[in-house]
């Protein structure tokens, strides 16, 4: 290199044979090509031996691979083996074509990255759709392997609480003056509970150290549309939380959205139908109250105190609702008997998560007249959705 170096703007490089080099790069010579020793032969690894080109017998001197190790054999064969440059587990690796914490996406290339943190590197494709091809091939392995995974987890837990998903994710940093845009986060659905990690837990009391935790049924997801993107990342959705925080995450691949989509309605579904009813205190006339939302009977208002049942309506029998983005809930019930529209108006402490908690619910009841599919398309449309802060907008 130094002579390369010294050696002016004009380089003339001339090509011989050389009878030593295939000792050193570890090639057979031809045959009548006298064996001489070389003192640059080693048991190092060459660029070929790396390429996965083998004896086909393991010599007792280990040391040397010269051409005067090698046994004078007429069957002596090269034969192709697969040489492990770097060995990546895929179960619950994560893999990104985007810069890390940006949004910009690199050209035809990504990066695999495994759960104790060794890195592919940069992995270049030739085009778009072999890119593509890759990625799919490695969430497919990936996805299988956690779904194997899951179903050895979920024997040492009981029947409420068995994972439903986990997966990685990228979180959008609220703070936008910060350099980096995303962080990898590690979601899982169990039970009742959607958990956020910083890394994927691997024994029980790592489900302790989650870095938040969320009732499934108190939370709304929103799978975001093109217009509802913040940047250049294509593949989002929103966690809005029972405090009324908003969660944003991304995800490379539209079947890990679609995935993650109908794994939340799934968790969500199986939590309403398992706890049936959820009770919130409010406050009407300056009075202590209770609202029950059941998933048989609808919602039930009582006093606290007495526990005497104020009103009492079906699901069928709400029209709308409406809040002030505060505390307060106004709905428009149906009477049964008049067709009159009743207005009740309550006030809660939990906003969000009483609205969060109807739209479970209303959901949930929706998907049982559906059994073939929970989460399909009709179920979205007949279900209750957001609108402005925490409205509820109901169309069937």
């Known amino acids: 290199?130094?002579?390369?170096?010294?050696?002016?703007?004009?380089?003339?490089?001339?090509?011989?044979?050389?009878?030593?080099?295939?000792?050193?790069?570890?090639?057979?010579?031809?045959?009548?090509?006298?064996?001489?020793?070389?003192?640059?032969?080693?048991?190092?690894?060459?660029?070929?031996?790396?390429?996965?080109?083998?004896?086909?017998?393991?010599?007792?001197?280990?040391?040397?691979?010269?051409?005067?190790?090698?046994?004078?054999?007429?069957?002596?064969?090269?034969?192709?083996?697969?040489?492990?440059?770097?060995?990546?587990?895929?179960?619950?690796?994560?893999?990104?074509?985007?810069?890390?914490?940006?949004?910009?996406?690199?050209?035809?290339?990504?990066?695999?990255?495994?759960?104790?943190?060794?890195?592919?590197?940069?992995?270049?494709?030739l085009s778009a759709e072999d890119s593509i091809d890759w990625l799919q091939a490695i969430a497919s392995n990936i996805s299988n392997l956690t779904k194997h995974n899951i179903k050895k987890i979920n024997r040492n837990f009981p029947i409420n609480q068995q994972i439903v998903y986990m997966g990685w994710t990228e979180e959008r940093e609220q703070d936008s003056l910060q350099d980096r845009m995303y962080t990898p986060k590690f979601l899982a659905l169990r039970g009742s509970s959607l958990y956020k990690f910083i890394a994927p837990p691997v024994t029980t009391w790592d489900w302790t150290r989650a870095e938040k935790t969320f009732s499934v049924y108190e939370i709304m997801c929103k799978i975001l549309k093109d217009s509802d993107l913040l940047d250049r990342r294509k593949y989002c959705f929103s966690v809005q939380s029972e405090s009324g925080e908003d969660l944003y995450f991304s995800v490379e691949l539209e079947s890990d959205l679609t995935l993650w989509e109908k794994a939340f309605q799934t968790a969500t579904f199986l939590e309403v139908e398992r706890i049936q009813c959820k009770t919130y205190a409010c406050v009407l006339e300056s009075h202590l109250m209770g609202l029950t939302i059941d998933f048989s009977m609808g919602f039930v208002c009582f006093?606290?105190?007495?526990?005497?049942?104020?009103?009492?309506?079906?699901?069928?029998?709400?029209?709308?609702?409406?809040?002030?983005?505060?505390?307060?809930?106004?709905?428009?019930?149906?009477?049964?008997?008049?067709?009159?529209?009743?207005?009740?108006?309550?006030?809660?402490?939990?906003?969000?998560?009483?609205?969060?908690?109807?739209?479970?619910?209303?959901?949930?009841?929706?998907?049982?007249?559906?059994p073939l599919y929970v989460g399909s398309q009709a179920t979205a449309s007949a279900a209750p959705t957001t609108s402005g802060t925490g409205k509820l907008k109901y169309t069937t």
């Open 1 to 125: 290199v130094q002579v390369l170096r010294n050696a002016g703007e004009e380089v003339t490089l001339t090509v011989s044979f050389l009878k030593r080099a295939p000792a050193f790069l570890k090639l057979p010579l031809n045959e009548d090509c006298a064996c001489a020793p070389s003192d640059q032969s080693s048991g190092t690894s060459s660029p070929l031996c790396d390429s996965g080109l083998h004896l086909n017998y393991h010599p007792n001197n280990t040391d040397t691979l010269s051409c005067s190790s090698w046994p004078a054999s007429p069957g002596l064969r090269w034969e192709k083996r697969w040489c492990d440059l770097r060995l990546i587990p895929l179960l619950h690796s994560r893999f990104s074509q985007y810069l890390p914490g940006s949004d910009l996406c690199r050209q035809n290339a990504f990066q695999v990255i495994a759960v104790d943190g060794v890195c592919s590197g940069i992995i270049q494709c």
């Open 303 to 370: 006093d606290a105190a007495t526990k005497a049942v104020l009103w009492r309506y079906k699901f069928s029998q709400l029209k709308g609702s409406s809040d002030d983005g505060k505390s307060k809930i106004k709905f428009l019930f149906q009477n049964q008997d008049t067709k009159q529209i009743e207005a009740k108006e309550l006030e809660f402490s939990n906003l969000f998560a009483v609205l969060h908690c109807i739209h479970s619910f209303f959901a949930a009841k929706v998907a049982c007249l559906d």
